[in-house]
């Protein structure tokens, strides 16, 4: 270990010319957490604990409210486990006290539940010669409280794994951190999807947005509108989600404390519903006759929004959580202006010449009927920006990036009193050339102009993978570790900012992903003692 880091530093010094940022080699100090923890610190003359690998093992702590039994914590000590040392080393230490047990304290009862934006993830980890205890207020809390603990363990050059004695206090910033995964524009299979939720955990992110299905194919097994699927899904034997596979998703996330918001994009976004929901879609025209092509969801049909409380019953079953991804974004008027029965509504209902009003129209009587149906929902700035009239416990996700100008769309909807969600700056679909991890990581989603209490209002927000261009082929690379850099941003305290720190404590922790088995590009040049693949 210490020559490699040696060796680091001499490849470091050809290169001294370069700008300070591509330098940053070597990786980050030992006990560095990523996303960086609220307040870490070691007291004076702290030493290291060696951790027998063989005689480890996590364990509840007494008075825990929270014990044997929970699975939620079962399954992840059966996780961290072989995390933490792979196969056990013949090395085991016999010098000084070690620390053999992981005591796990929780304070709240409760192991059954899910996730919620409400969810305290709050923990304390101390770790000292022979003891080492992490308390947590909630299950969730204890979750990200072993991420932290995996990251501290480390292996010295005889093959030793041990811990520095430490103080951990940590929170997140956001109680919002989530990951869009686009499914639609290119299925995912079920594997890559779980595989995700894993690395989500490993960043504490804490919200799978599921946006399902969009324009190019119908994936989701609908047990209420089969047919959706079976016209719709690019093939409706191989490129589907059945209602097992969402089961297994919503469980396997629940399991890292990892919410499943999944969004159903309407009016617009929808020409995959049509084949599967004759009439749904409204008919385009041609001067006087269709021209056989369909546009958005038809607003003016009592039939539509039959559909749509059919299948928002069934979407508000079986995801568990609160709130629903409703879209709004991107509707095109185009096919409604041509459309002479539509223009005759307009006409009859008094909106002119004005589409906006017939989508708030549409927008209203869903908002009413997912409303009915006990679900909160998100939305695309887009139905705020046309003045749609909105429940005030509407969250508000601002994608557009405009150059810059969505610090005036966050001022603008926190001025309005409703909830924020940011992802303008994290469509990480878009690549570049060099360290492109670095504009999202100097972002700051409190960088506008309005009051502590607007501020407060800021939910968090979410890094996007949008699929025309992302596939099972590439989206590991894509996303890790360059999502890290989001992570850290919701997670970590808002002076946490120094970007050559981070790049020491991101390329360590790619490293860290590597040894999981996790394909994550590199951030620059350099390697990791073990590469992927590597037995």
């Avoid at 560095?32 to 030493?47: D, H, K, L, R, Y």
């Avoid at 994550?520 to 040049?525: E, G, K, S, T, V």
């Amino acid at each position: 270990m210490a020559a490699a880091r040696a060796l680091r530093l001499s490849l470091l010094r050809p290169l001294l010319l370069l700008p300070p940022l591509l330098l940053a080699l070597l990786p980050g100090p030992a006990g560095a957490v990523w996303p960086q923890p609220q307040a870490q610190s070691s007291p004076p003359g702290a030493g290291r604990c060696p951790v027998p690998a063989r005689r480890f093992r996590f364990a509840a702590a007494d008075g825990s409210a929270v014990g044997p039994g929970c699975a939620v914590l079962d399954a992840a000590f059966q996780r961290y486990w072989p995390l933490l040392f792979g196969r056990p080393t013949e090395n085991e230490p016999s010098w000084e006290t070690p620390c053999s047990e992981l005591l796990v304290y929780v304070s709240t009862p409760g192991c059954d539940g899910f996730p919620s934006l409400d969810s305290k993830e709050s923990y304390k980890l101390s770790v000292s010669k022979g003891s080492m205890l992490l308390s947590a207020e909630t299950i969730w809390g204890a979750l990200r409280g072993l991420e932290t603990f995996s990251q501290l363990v480390g292996r010295d050059e005889n093959g030793t794994y041990y811990i520095n004695e430490t103080e951990i206090v940590d929170f997140p910033r956001f109680p919002h951190r989530g990951l869009l995964l686009d499914t639609s524009r290119h299925y995912l299979p079920l594997r890559a999807i779980l595989e995700t939720l894993d690395v989500m955990a490993y960043n504490k992110f804490n919200v799978f947005h599921w946006h399902i299905v969009d324009d190019p194919s119908f994936p989701y097994e609908s047990s209420t509108f089969p047919e959706l699927s079976k016209q719709g899904a690019f093939n409706a034997m191989t490129h589907v989600y059945t209602a097992s596979d969402v089961r297994t998703v919503i469980e396997y996330a629940r399991l890292r404390g990892i919410r499943v918001i999944a969004e159903f994009d309407t009016p617009g976004h929808t020409l995959s519903w049509g084949p599967g929901a004759p009439g749904l879609l409204t008919p385009c025209y041609m001067g006087k006759a269709p021209s056989g092509v369909y546009g958005p969801i038809n607003p003016i049909v009592n039939s539509t929004y039959q559909f749509v409380t059919s299948l928002f019953q069934e979407v508000s079953t079986v995801f568990p959580d609160f709130f629903l991804h409703l879209g709004g974004d991107e509707v095109d008027f185009t096919c409604w202006k041509s459309n002479p029965e539509i223009r005759a509504f307009m006409k009859e209902m008094g909106f002119g010449e004005d589409y906006k009003k017939l989508e708030s129209f549409y927008i209203q009587r869903l908002l009413h009927i997912v409303s009915s149906l006990g679900k909160g929902y998100i939305v695309w700035q887009e139905v705020f920006d046309n003045d749609v009239k909105l429940r005030p416990d509407t969250i508000i996700h601002v994608w557009k990036e405009n150059s810059m100008q969505y610090m005036n769309e966050m001022a603008n909807v926190t001025r309005a009193g409703y909830r924020a969600l940011l992802s303008a700056p994290w469509y990480l679909n878009r690549i570049s050339y060099g360290q492109d991890w670095i504009a999202a990581y100097k972002v700051e989603p409190l960088n506008f102009a309005g009051s502590p209490e607007q501020k407060a209002l800021v939910m968090g927000g979410e890094a996007c993978m949008w699929g025309e261009y992302v596939d099972v082929t590439n989206l590991t690379p894509r996303l890790w570790p360059r999502a890290g850099a989001v992570a850290e941003r919701l997670w970590s305290n808002e002076t946490v900012r120094d970007v050559e720190d981070a790049y020491a404590r991101l390329a360590e922790f790619r490293c860290t992903l590597l040894g999981r088995g996790v394909q994550a590009q590199p951030l620059y040049i350099g390697y990791c003692d073990q590469e992927f693949g590597r037995v």
